[in-house]
Nanobody, 123 residues
């Protein structure tokens, strides 16, 4: 499967952005989908994950209550709605797909990655 992330940009603190990740090659419904991010000089970190049917989600503590992950399997797309953005949310955001379903926050268990989309939050 190929993943294409989009929707990043420059936004002021307190603003919102919605990231999209569109899959091609195989149905998105085959995969658990995750979002990760990597800030300059830092390690890649988990943001959110959503199970195949979209019922079960999990979030990093740093984004809980501000970010929402969702998916539309008919459109082969997963979303990350980001509200109340903070400068510390500035990072390249990556979507990732896991066919095995055991991934959660462990980036090493995701097999496929999108190219990343840059989110910059100004103070």
């Amino acid at each position: 499967v190929q993943l294409q992330a989009s929707g990043g940009g420059l936004v002021q603190a307190g603003g919102s952005l919605r990231l999209s990740c569109t899959a091609s090659g195989r149905p998105l419904s085959s995969y658990v989908m995750g979002w990760f991010r990597q800030a300059p000089g830092k390690e890649r970190e988990f943001v959110a994950v959503i199970r195949r049917r979209g019922i079960t989600t999990s979030y990093a503590e740093s984004v809980k209550g501000r970010f929402t992950i969702s998916r539309d399997n008919a459109k082969n797309t997963v979303y990350l709605q980001m509200n109340s953005l903070k400068p510390e949310d500035t990072a390249v955001y990556y979507c990732a797909a896991d066919p095995g379903g055991y991934s959660g926050s462990n980036s090493g268990l995701y097999d496929y990655w999108g190219q990343g989309t840059l989110v910059t939050v100004s103070s």
